[in-house]
């Protein structure tokens, strides 16, 4: 079994210079990387009662083995550097086919 790792990434202003130290770090430690650029999704949410909205890119990474703490620890640099107060990042189980 290998696991899919995906991060849902808020992008501010183009944010190609971020992108690319994201792709470069995921690149050295897990060997590859797919990002969604070209297709950012709009991510909405409300807050009080206002609606904010944020670009989102899909990163996504493929591992062998789900190295939990290292993932975490990952998601917490994430947040601090977007100022953000949480980023998901999630796992699935894949099978290659």
Do not use: C, N
Request: aromatic share 8%; charged share 30%; proline share 3%.
């Amino acid at each position: 079994m290998s696991y899919l790792v995906e991060i849902l990434l808020p992008v501010p202003g183009d944010g190609s210079s971020t992108l690319e130290r994201i792709r470069d770090e995921l690149t050295e430690a897990f060997g590859g990387v797919t990002m969604h650029v070209d297709a950012p999704a709009d991510g909405l949410w409300k807050d009080g009662g206002e609606v904010d909205r944020d670009r989102i890119v899909v990163v996504e990474v493929m591992a062998d083995y789900l190295d939990r703490s290292w993932w975490a620890a990952y998601r917490h640099q994430l947040e601090s550097s977007f100022e953000q107060e949480e980023i998901l990042v999630r796992a699935s189980e894949i099978e290659r086919l």
